[in-house]
């Protein structure tokens, strides 16, 4: 079981920008796949930005070009560089790890089976 912790969160104007980390411990037995959900209040959690084994990205419409995903496996860490934050970026961002199939990482939170504690971001207008 991988272990994930999430931290870097906090408030910030819109405009401004973010770096979140995580820090991964435990098996890396197929780790497949390694992403960024957020969930905001009343709404249902979304896929960010998932990187996976071999350094392939993918994003979700509304952050491309404004986040970026990265990892340094020699760290043990995951990094989410977020930039021209707006409003609707305000959520609960949760680190999260997937070891088991299907191999494609842009998927259903329900398939990932290693989850951080979360970190609040929250933008202001």
């Known amino acids: 079981q991988v272990q994930l912790a999430e931290s870097g969160g906090g408030s910030v104007q819109a405009g401004g920008s973010l770096r979140l980390s995580c820090a991964r411990t435990?098996?890396?037995?197929?780790?497949?796949?390694m992403g960024w959900f957020r969930q905001a209040p009343g709404k249902e959690r979304e896929g960010v930005a998932f990187?996976?084994?071999?350094?392939?990205?993918s994003y979700r419409d509304s952050v491309t070009g404004r986040f970026i995903i990265s990892k340094d496996n020699a760290k043990n860490t995951l990094t989410l560089q977020m930039n021209s934050l707006k409003p609707e970026d305000t959520a609960m961002y949760y680190c999260?790890?997937?070891?088991?199939?299907?191999?494609?990482?842009?998927?259903?939170?329900?398939?990932?089976?290693?989850w951080g504690q979360g970190t609040q971001v929250t933008v202001s207008s």
């Open positions: 999260a790890a997937k070891t088991v199939y299907p191999r494609a990482c842009f998927v259903d939170w329900t398939l990932y089976n290693s």
């Open positions: 435990g098996d890396s037995y197929n780790n497949y796949c």
């Open positions: 990187i996976d084994s071999d350094g392939d990205t």
